[in-house]
């Protein structure tokens, strides 16, 4: 397998084959893409022409929606709550069909 990340670093397990790509910070004018080919072992069958692809992430610090918070209220508790806010955007598994 070759791969070529346009920046971060990726990881391939061949046995429980999963790529793991770690982009670090997203540049609000460049957009992270990763290209490259895969080998196949000789002997295995031809694989599908379009295979599909399984594929889930976490960006922290960064909310998609655009959605806030500016304020959050919180009455009856005894301690003084921490002021910051942490966004994550999280996709579960999803499918990518080529």
């Known amino acids: 397998m070759t791969?070529?990340?346009?920046?971060?670093?990726y990881t391939f397990d061949p046995v429980?084959?999963?790529m793991v790509w770690e982009v670090g910070r997203i540049e609000s004018l460049r957009r992270p893409n990763i290209k490259g080919s895969i080998a196949?072992?000789?002997g295995i069958g031809t694989p599908e022409s379009n295979p599909t692809?399984?594929?889930k992430f976490t960006i922290n610090q960064?909310?998609?929606?655009?959605?806030k918070v500016?304020?959050?209220?919180?009455?009856?508790?005894?301690y003084k709550p921490f002021?910051?806010?942490k966004?994550?955007?999280?996709?579960?598994?999803?499918?990518?069909?080529t």
């Not at 791969?3 to 971060?8: D, F």
């Not at 960064?62 to 959605?67: E, M, P, Y």
């Open 62 to 67: 960064l909310a998609i929606s655009g959605l």
């Open 87 to 97: 966004y994550v955007t999280k996709a579960g598994r999803f499918q990518v069909r």
């Open 3 to 9: 791969l070529r990340p346009s920046q971060g670093k």
């Open 40 to 42: 196949l072992q000789s």
């Open 83 to 85: 002021k910051g806010v």
């Open 70 to 78: 500016n304020r959050l209220d919180m009455y009856g508790e005894k």
């Open 16 to 18: 429980s084959k999963i």
């Open 53 to 55: 692809l399984t594929v």
